[in-house]
């Protein structure tokens, strides 16, 4: 399944950091080959996973390219979400010695962290295929990649939750000790937000869903309820609000959870857990 990439200046401006991280005023390395020598090369898989970030693979490209004033030809042989054996072949590539040298970490570091994004989630995911609930990122991403992840986290089967404070509200602990009560929080939340907005409500007892509930709360999050309290919590709640699950979740404890009937899980750990998955890039000099 296809997923929405993100915008083109989100991808560009990763690249860019990632290259300045790793080239700055240039590559001396890249240097000791000729000039004019070109490559023959490929990404391979060393090991089975979910891949993720061909975008950011042929920006790197792009970017090193545009530099060296010359282009790189890429031939992929897979899509982002596909399952990869080991030693598969992703791509093909052919150019100029000297920028894809330059770009070859950057390409592996951002599609190794994406494609292990999307491995880990895929596991999540597939762990709970058999019940309801739908498993949610959070916003606890590596830096600067958090629109990159959240695109591996759909690659990987898992769904997004709000990207970043300003396009969802969740009233938390912190915010219930400002003052003002919990009803009144939910209902200001709720005027100061678009019809179809998220907003939702993190309790940690079951009074607190109660007073959630009577409130207007449409999403509330159980935070680090026990499987007894959440099954008390789906059966209390009904068809009033979705229940989102949050606090404790691994691959040990996500199936139990799930099957307490909650709507949704969400995890940290898919996306600031992540191990990288193993690829190479080989070459050919021509």
């Not at 042929?58 to 054996?85: A, C, L, P, Y």
């Not at 005027?191 to 999403?219: C, F, N, Q, W, Y």
Request: charged share 25%.
């Amino acid at each position: 399944m296809a997923h929405a990439l993100p915008k083109t200046d989100v991808i560009s401006r990763l690249v860019k950091y990632c290259l300045l991280e790793d080239i700055g005023d240039g590559d001396v390395t890249a240097r000791l080959t000729p000039k004019e020598s070109r490559i023959e090369g490929k990404i391979i898989s060393r090991e089975t996973g979910v891949i993720c970030g061909k975008a950011w693979v042929e920006e790197v490209f792009k970017q090193v390219g545009v530099r060296h004033e010359t282009s790189i030809d890429i031939d992929w042989q897979i899509n982002d979400g596909d399952i990869v054996d080991e030693n598969q072949t992703l791509c093909r590539f052919e150019g100029f010695a000297h920028p894809i040298l330059s770009g070859e970490r950057s390409a592996l570091n951002i599609m190794q962290t994406l494609s292990g994004t999307s491995t880990i989630t895929r596991e999540y995911a597939d762990a709970i295929a058999h019940t309801k609930a739908r498993l949610l990122d959070t916003r606890k991403t590596l830096p600067m990649m958090r629109e990159a992840q959240k695109y591996a986290v759909l690659c990987g089967g898992g769904v997004n939750h709000r990207m970043g404070l300003y396009d969802g509200i969740i009233i938390k602990e912190n915010h219930l000790r400002s003052g003002k009560s919990l009803e009144r929080l939910v209902a200001d939340a709720i005027a100061s937000m678009p019809e179809g907005a998220l907003v939702e409500l993190e309790v940690e007892t079951i009074e607190e869903l109660e007073r959630g509930l009577h409130a207007g709360a449409k999403r509330i999050m159980l935070d680090d309820f026990s499987l007894e309290d959440m099954r008390e919590a789906v059966e209390l709640t009904g068809d009033q609000a979705d229940l989102e699950a949050s606090g404790n979740v691994n691959l040990s404890t996500i199936v139990a959870i799930a099957e307490t009937g909650v709507d949704f899980i969400s995890s940290g750990a898919i996306t600031k857990h992540v191990k990288a998955l193993d690829l190479s890039m080989l070459f050919d000099f021509g």
